[in-house]
């Protein structure tokens, strides 16, 4: 039927970070090109109050709006629908609605999905939206104990924010919050793993999060959320305590149980934390092995493994080359495989070659980088021409908050992929700040900055410049030297 096909000069799937910017950036490219932004999600995110701080570092905040006030505003067509295919020899998009859309560019940024750990029980828990937030908030509410499966963002985050429950912190590693810092770090996190939660001793500049409660009611398939978006909530389970967190190292998950299926299991009498208030033997809902053999019973399980580029509508069909990781791989035009389909964000896989100090991660400011280089690239492409990619991919560079600490991280900040080529150079005043600088060659390569340092932007100068440190290297560090007087 006519009025079930659509044709647009540009269109972008996914109403998160990426879609949006991507969407943005070509209507204010291309002001004379139709934009169809096509979102499964009731609202769209939207970036306001952008600022570049330094040449790499950004801050900004993220609003979720009605799509309606997007169109109003940018003058982009928003469609909410969720795309059930894509035929790209034909360019059309089909939906579950039963909508076609013709395209001459597409921008594929439909996010990513929460791995889970094996097991399928209705009591493990993936975070990745207000939608998936409020379940386990609800679940929470009745929780004595929850068992949290992950060293990465969303865990890190969630240990120090859940109170009035014990947890249980499995993690594969041997320090805490792996994937973001190293055991240094690590360790001057530890005494707050269990303190009590302070109120912002800090104002750290980072990107904001909010959200307009009341119309998130039916949000659907929505999308990730972001810095902040565990701060203000409640977080809380049925006893007075305030932090009760045990960290399981260098373990992973070997199996979820039902108290049916322990029993058939026969571990019942392996450990003496089976039941829930010890000899009144009352069963926990759920029971999680470890690969060392304990049995732990939980009111919940929150598996916080990482997300999975979500490709699912778009492979069948088509040619895409795809990453190890499952994201569709782009080139530095944010180019796919299949002639003019581009990809943005979470469910991409960054395939050109790198720079040496910049890597991806699954992050809400790649995310709005990307969405931005894809649009460039798709109107540039349109005209003919190519948009060089943005100095932003340089250098990886990230400011977010772990314990209520400001932590900065900059290029290879756990020297990856160096070996043992590297030198360390540290400074640490507990309880308050953790430097950490990774030299290569004399020049800077990476650093971790917790606390209010305020030495990101002299970092990141050095990493970008490539500057040659050696001789000022043994006073780089020292509190009340202006790094700047070295360079005068
Ligand atoms: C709990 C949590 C906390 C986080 N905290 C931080 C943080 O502190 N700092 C940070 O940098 N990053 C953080 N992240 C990561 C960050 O939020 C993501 O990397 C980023 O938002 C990804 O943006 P995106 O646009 O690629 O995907 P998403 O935000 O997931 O958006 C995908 C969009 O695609 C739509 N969609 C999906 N499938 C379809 C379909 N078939 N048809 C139509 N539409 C579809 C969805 O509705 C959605 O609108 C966090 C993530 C989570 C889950
Ligand atoms: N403050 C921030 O910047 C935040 C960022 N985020 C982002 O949101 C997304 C989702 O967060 P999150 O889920 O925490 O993902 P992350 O990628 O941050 O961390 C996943 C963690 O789970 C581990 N893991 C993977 N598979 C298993 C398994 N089978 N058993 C046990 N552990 C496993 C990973 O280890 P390994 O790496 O060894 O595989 C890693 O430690 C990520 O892109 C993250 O970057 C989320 C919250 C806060």
């Known amino acids: 039927m006519a009025h079930d096909v659509y044709h647009a000069r540009f269109v972008v799937v996914g109403g998160g970070i990426a879609g949006v910017t991507c969407a943005e950036t070509l209507a204010s490219e291309c ?30 905040d993220v609003e979720e709006q009605p ?20 035929a790209a020899q034909e360019k059309v998009v089909y939906t579950s609605c039963g909508k076609h859309v013709h395209y001459d560019k597409l921008c594929i940024c439909s996010g990513g999905v929460p791995k889970m750990v094996p097991g399928n ?66 360790q001057f996190f530890l005494p707050h793993l269990n303190s009590e939660k302070q109120q912002a001793h800090q104002i750290v500049k980072r990107q904001k999060f909010s959200i307009d ?34 960290v399981k190292y260098e373990v992973e998950v070997s199996m979820v149980m039902s108290p049916e299926e322990l029993a058939k299991a026969g571990l019942s009498c392996q450990t003496p934390d089976l039941f829930r208030k010890g000899n009144n033997k009352e069963e926990w809902p759920v029971y999680v092995q470890l690969t060392n053999n304990c049995v732990y019973g939980s009111d919940l399980v929150v598996s ?20 190890e990781d499952g994201g569709l791989k782009v080139n530095e035009n944010m180019m796919t495989s299949v002639p003019d ?50 100095i932003c991919f340089d250098l990886f560079a990230h400011v977010t908050k772990f314990f209520n600490f400001k932590v900065v991280l900059i290029g290879l900040f756990k020297a990856q992929g160096l070996g043992n080529d590297y030198e360390l150079l540290l400074r640490v005043t ?5 430097i950490k600088v990774v030299l290569h060659e004399g020049r800077l390569v990476g650093a971790i900055l917790i606390g209010e340092t305020d030495m990101e932007e002299t970092f990141e100068n050095l990493a970008l410049n490539r500057t040659d440190l050696t001789p000022f290297k043994d006073h780089l560090l020292e509190p009340g030297i202006d790094i700047d007087d070295f360079f005068d």
């Open 304 to 323: 916080a493994t990482g997300v999975t580029p979500n490709t699912l509508p778009f492979l069948p069909g088509n040619n895409f080359e795809v990453a």
């Open 341 to 390: 389909v581009y990809a943005a964000g979470d469910v991409c896989s960054a395939s050109w070659q790198l720079a040496d100090l910049w890597f991806q991660m699954r992050l809400w400011t790649q995310a709005r980088q990307m969405g931005c280089q894809a649009a460039r690239c798709m109107a540039a492409d349109i005209r003919g021409t190519t948009a060089p990619l943005d």
């Open 67 to 86: 799509w309606s006030q997007l169109e109003f505003k940018s003058g982009i067509q928003v469609l909410q629908a969720t795309v059930s295919s894509l």
């Open 121 to 186: 029980h209705p009591l493990v828990v993936g975070i990745r939206d207000t939608e998936s937030v409020k379940d386990f908030q609800n679940k929470l509410d009745h929780a004595e104990r929850v068992i949290i499966i992950g060293n990465g963002g969303i865990a890190t985050e969630l240990v120090y924010e859940i109170e009035g429950c014990e947890v249980i912190w499995a993690i594969k590693d041997k320090s805490i919050a792996s994937t973001f810092v190293d055991e240094g770090a690590a």
């Open 31 to 60: 002001p004379e090109e139709k934009v169809l932004l096509i979102t499964a999600s009731n609202l769209v995110k939207a970036i306001k109050n952008y600022e570049q701080t330094s040449r790499v570092l950004e801050t900004f």
């Open 430 to 434: 507990k309880g308050e700040e953790y």
């Open 213 to 246: 409660r009341c119309k998130c009611a039916s949000s659907l398939n929505g999308f990730a959320l972001g810095p902040d978006w565990a701060a203000g909530q409640c977080m809380k389970g049925v006893k007075q305590t305030s932090h009760h967190v045990f």
